[in-house]
């Protein structure tokens, strides 16, 4: 029977599950955890192919307990029936190890029909998930839960294991693997830390590749071909998605225009032209705003320009887009203004108009006091007029603070000297 190179590879033990030494290196708290025996309801969170699996074998393998495994994508309430069945029977004498893949799956009804007995402790839950577990599994089963994040296999650590999966083939197959110079190790740094997607490209490049006599001859342009793409590790809907498009954010506001065009990339390689095209007005108002006021301007018309052109070509003008972001002058005052005085409202904090600022078009406004005492700022010199305009509770707040860019202070300077005394 066959079976996938990625599984006949599996790890057996923590020393040789790869690339996850934040968790699993000597002295770190998972390893503690799983040596010391008492193993506690645990979530793996991470994307696929990173070792979540291998480890809960691998706790399985130590435990007493009787391993039932679910994945949520197919699993349904009955199933989660039979396993709470099978407690307190001679089927599970000593409770029962529950593997439950892919969790964001289970609504919320299935996740709490564990709840008694994952807290009792008759069922210790390992659940494994791709998405932000505190995004998608409920409060009551986190708090029984310990989270523990795989992150993606760098790829020196890949490579390591993309050459013992060659000497394995070679052992398997009976060839002997002549690989170009830099064949292995594009196939580990395009596996995206997918060390599954790794197994897999040289599973093929053993199945698809020329051979001479007992010689397997594999090129870098075979190991281009099976990896193609295989690094972008990226969905509209999960977690990916939103870490890019912060990374993005971050990377203009922090004025570094490589990291910013890298993943402007990342997201037109992903067929998303309308995520950057939304980021990058947010942008310039957010972290440009009135150092250059006329940014959003220029975005605009870049991103105008992307949605007539599409992709590919679309590339273009919002390359040209965010490295001008990145490239100009930061200022945040206008969100600080605007969240502040948010923040007051919040706090009950508003206060009846002025009545000289209210309507006064209208019969009976007079009567009402409405407008009576207000002063039209044209009729003065520069055309300003000192007045109140917040009201009374208020009138003493201040929201807007200039920044200390060139655009701000120049206005600053100009102010100051209209409303000297």
Known sequence: MYQPLADELRPQTLDDVCGQEH????????????????IPNLIFYGPSGTGKTTVANIIANRTQRKLCKLNATTASSSDIREVVGQLDTFLAPNGILLY???????????????????????ITLIASTTENPYFYI?????????????????????LKAVRRAVMWMENRTGLRCEAEAGALEHVASSSGGDLRKAMNAVELLFSASPREGDVLRLSLADAQSVTQKSAMRYDRD???????????????????????????????????LASPCRRMLVIASEDIGLAYPQAIAVVKACVDAAFQLGLPEARIPLAEAVIFLATCPKSNSAI????????????????????????????GAAKMGCG????????????????????????????????????????????DEVKKP
Not at 106 to 115: E, H, P
Not at 140 to 150: C, G, I, K, Q, Y
Not at 253 to 264: C, E, F, N, Q
Request: glycine content about 6%; aromatic content about 12%.
């Open 23 to 38: 968790i699993l290196g000597p002295g770190a708290m998972l390893r503690r955890i799983i040596e010391s025996g008492n």
């Open 100 to 122: 439950l893949d892919e969790i964001q799956y289970f609504n919320k009804k299935q996740q709490q029909s564990l709840l008694e007995f994952i807290e009792n402790g008759k």
């Open 138 to 158: 409920y409060n009551a089963v986190l708090s029984r839960s310990t989270v523990f994040e795989f992150r993606p296999i760098p790829a020196e650590a890949a």
């Open 238 to 272: 999960g977690d990916s998605h939103y870490d890019i498009l912060s990374a993005f954010q971050k990377s203009v506001r922090g004025s570094d225009p490589d990291a910013a065009v890298h993943y402007l990339a990342r997201l037109l390689e992903g067929g998303d």
């Open 336 to 363: 600080c203004a605007i969240d502040a005085a948010a923040e007051d409202l919040k706090n009950g904090k508003s206060g009846d108009i002025p009545p000289h600022l209210k309507d006064a078009h209208y019969s």
């Open 372 to 415: 009576l005492t207000y002063r039209y700022p044209h009729s003065f010199p520069n055309s300003y007029v000192a007045q109140q305009y917040l009201p009374d509770t208020l009138k003493d707040a201040q929201y807007y603070r200039f920044g200390t860019n060139k655009v701000e202070q120049a206005c600053k300077r100009y102010w």
